[in-house]
């Protein structure tokens, strides 16, 4: 049996402080949160703010921890809406029940709401019941394939389900799991967003076996929902990757950044030192198609094609005014745009394979000739509120050129503060 050993109190003005910030989580004081997330733990909206980033893998999964810590707490508070879609996989009803649509159900179709309820009832049963008009939305007959809007009333009669389907996970599914589990920066029950490793595609092209969305095909659950691709990346472009986990978690996101509420902070390396060392980009570009490839033009206002694009840009730090470290900010989202943009300034980004073409150019010894973006943060309102805010490191061979050029990778980012569209 321990004993309790009793010590002197301190004097008041002696004790130890609480760091501000500290929250109390699971019964242990957590570490200061850092300045933005401190900011929407007081009800911010997740504005940009100087901050020092962590370079580390570690220290970005604590932080993307910290940030979220107080999301994870409301998660436990969710509406009834969420209560009802954790019931989604009830046991069969014996008896006639009511069950109301919730905001991922939205605009399903009545026989595929069935199908997503009861994974293992029949297409006959599903359409037998709905013809003799056993179920009913709001009180009316309903057709199998009329929409439902959230909120509805759907009685739904005793139902016979069909024998189960055990799900197996075979050892090449599993290997792609573990590698989805390595790459995730943030995971929730609607949103995950992954470190995309430079030279992994995000869709199938010509030749490509293996790239994201092919990979989200080993989460693809019993009800035949699959994680969906918000936007993209290039190949060679690392970091921050968002992936929705639901139908409604999709259309929140896509709305968001079509509206424009997301916002993206890039890094890159380029040639020289773009002047003035902040600055604003603004052309229209459009597809040139080639024998091997397809290229981003400059294109002119009204040429068959072209989209306005805007990039703001600022310079973090230089290196013997031949390189320099730039923040990115596009405000809009066009293949290649950065690429390009950087480009027409005449200062390309390090180991563009189709934009960087100045004669008699050569690295600095040590620096692999690859592609030197990273889509370093995200932030975005989250579909059940909330921001999500998370932050990718450098990857390996950027992180090489920083450190051989002796850049500081927790700098003060001044892109942060750029104007909005």
């Known amino acids: 049996?321990?004993?309790?050993?009793?010590?002197?109190?301190?004097?008041?003005?002696?004790?130890?402080?609480?760091?501000?910030?500290?929250?109390?989580?699971?019964?242990?004081?957590?570490?200061?949160?850092?300045?933005?997330?401190?900011?929407?733990?007081?009800?911010?909206?997740?504005?940009?703010?100087?901050?020092?980033?962590?370079?580390?893998?570690?220290?970005?999964?604590?932080?993307?921890?910290?940030?979220?810590?107080?999301?994870?707490?409301?998660?436990?508070?969710?509406?009834?809406?969420?209560?009802?879609?954790?019931?989604?996989?009830?046991?069969?009803?014996?008896?006639?029940?009511?069950?109301?649509?919730?905001?991922?159900?939205?605009?399903?179709?009545?026989?595929?709401?069935?199908?997503?309820?009861?994974?293992?009832?029949?297409?006959?049963?599903?359409?037998?019941?709905?013809?003799?008009?056993?179920?009913?939305?709001d009180g009316k007959r309903a057709d199998s394939k009329d929409r439902l809007e959230e909120g509805q009333s759907v009685r739904i009669p005793p139902l016979k389900l069909d024998a189960p389907k055990v799900a197996h996970v075979s050892e090449a599914q599993q290997k792609t799991l573990d590698a989805l589990k390595a790459m995730t920066l943030y995971e929730d029950a609607d949103v995950m967003v992954l470190n995309k490793p430079a030279g992994l595609a995000v869709q199938g092209g010509s030749g490509m076996t293996r790239h994201v969305d092919q990979m989200l095909e080993a989460m693809r659950d019993a009800k035949g929902q699959k994680p969906r691709l918000v936007h993209r990346l290039d190949r060679e472009t690392a970091g921050c990757l968002l992936i929705a986990k639901t139908r409604f978690a999709a259309s929140a996101l896509t709305g968001a950044f079509r509206h424009r509420s997301a916002r993206k902070i890039y890094w890159a390396l380029v040639a020289g030192v773009p002047k003035p060392k902040q600055g604003r980009i603004s052309t229209y570009l459009a597809k040139e198609e080639n024998e091997e490839d397809s290229i981003m033009r400059i294109a002119a206002h009204g040429d068959e094609g072209a989209s306005h694009a805007v990039t703001y840009y600022a310079v973090v730090e230089t290196s013997a005014q031949k390189l320099a470290w730039v923040s990115l900010k596009p405000v809009t989202g066009r293949t290649h745009q950065l690429r390009a943009h950087m480009a027409h300034i005449d200062h390309a980004i390090i180991g563009d394979p189709k934009y960087f073409n100045k004669e008699n150019w050569q690295l600095p010894g040590g620096i692999q000739n690859r592609l030197h973006l990273l889509a370093r943060r995200i932030v975005i309102p989250h579909p059940r509120g909330g921001v999500i805010d998370v932050t990718a490191p450098l990857p390996p061979h950027m992180l090489q050129s920083w450190n051989l050029l002796g850049l500081e990778a927790d700098r003060f980012d001044p892109i942060e503060h750029a104007p909005e569209e």
């Open 1 to 137: 049996m321990s004993r309790r050993v009793k010590r002197p109190l301190a004097k008041k003005s002696e004790r130890a402080k609480p760091a501000r910030g500290g929250k109390k989580i699971g019964g242990r004081k957590s570490a200061p949160l850092p300045p933005r997330s401190e900011a929407k733990r007081r009800g911010g909206e997740g504005e940009f703010g100087s901050h020092r980033h962590p370079e580390s893998r570690g220290a970005s999964h604590a932080e993307t921890r910290r940030a979220t810590a107080s999301f994870e707490a409301r998660k436990k508070e969710r509406a009834p809406q969420d209560d009802a879609a954790s019931k989604q996989d009830a046991p069969l009803p014996t008896k006639v029940q009511t069950v109301t649509v919730t905001a991922d159900e939205a605009n399903m179709r009545v026989d595929r709401f069935l199908e997503a309820r009861f994974p293992g009832l029949s297409f006959s049963h599903i359409q037998r019941i709905v013809r003799k008009g056993e179920l009913r939305v």
